[in-house]
């Protein structure tokens, strides 16, 4: 059985003073969450604070990017020695903000996903249609050029260990969900493309639905059969809102 992966994804908020106050008052609202892995990913800024404050709790850290090289003359960039120093678990990779805003490409996002696996750390791999690419009723045509082009060079061996983060670019921050039959649709599809390349592994594989997921929505979409937990921006920010997503799936 796969055992859901629920992620805060904290974007370009919180300082280190409200990331360690974040998680004084998480830990004890979802206690030992026994069933669900729960991870963070934090500002890099805010990284170590985390690390320190979630200490000798399960909830893992993951990182919102990384760079693919191990080190070299990349402005702003950050290594995966770098996050793996401060305990990642998780990174990130292909979130549609970093697509549309940064220009990422699947072929770039193919070699953070390898360098993560060779690294021993676990992408959390980011794909979903625009509103126009599913009006245009070409979702699933989308999808597979996205795990295509970013699982290009993964490590089969490792594959049990990815994670996939199916994101309706529209339904992110804007308030808008997925319906559970659409995202279990979706997952379905992602699970049989995982099939297809990855063999029985894929079985293994965590998919998460992200976009508005909220308390008021979470049960329903997690109740599906290939939804594996959520990434979840907005509702993450508040400890009372992500933990009714924990405590109450
Ligand atoms: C996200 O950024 O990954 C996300 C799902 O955001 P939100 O929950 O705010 O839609």
Redesign the pocket.
């Known amino acids: 059985m796969r055992a859901p992966l629920i992620a805060a994804?904290w974007?370009m908020h919180k300082t280190v003073a409200d990331a360690r106050a974040f998680a004084a008052d998480l830990l004890p609202r979802i206690g030992d969450a026994r069933g669900v892995e729960v991870a963070v990913a934090p500002p890099f800024t805010a990284l170590a604070a985390a690390a320190e404050a979630l200490a000798g709790s399960d909830v893992a850290l993951a990182a919102q990017n990384v760079h693919p090289a191990p080190s070299g003359a990349f402005t702003g960039e950050i290594s995966i020695d770098m996050l793996r120093e401060l305990g990642c678990r998780y990174a990130?990779v292909g979130?549609?903000?970093r697509r549309a805003i940064f220009g990422e490409t699947d072929a770039f996002i193919a070699e953070k996903v390898a360098a993560l696996q060779a690294a021993g750390l676990r992408p959390i791999l980011?794909i979903g249609e625009t509103l126009e690419q599913r009006e245009a009723d070409r979702t699933f045509e989308v999808l597979s050029t996205q795990l295509g082009g970013s699982l290009a060079s993964a490590d089969a061996a490792r594959a049990s260990e990815l994670v996939v983060?199916y994101?309706p670019v529209w339904?992110?921050?804007?308030g808008r969900t997925a319906t559970p039959e659409m995202a279990q649709a979706a997952h379905a599809f992602v699970r049989g493309w995982l099939r297809e390349r990855f063999g029985a592994d894929a079985d293994a594989i965590r998919i998460q639905y992200?976009?508005?997921?909220?308390p008021e929505n979470a049960a329903e979409l997690l109740a599906q059969p290939d939804i594996d937990g959520?990434?979840?921006?907005?509702?993450?920010l508040d400890p009372e809102s992500f933990s009714a997503i924990i405590v109450g799936r």
Not at 230 to 236: T, Y
């Open positions: 994804n974007k990130i979130h549609s903000e980011c983060a994101e339904a992110i921050g804007t992200g976009g508005s997921m909220k959520g990434l979840v921006g907005g509702a993450s």
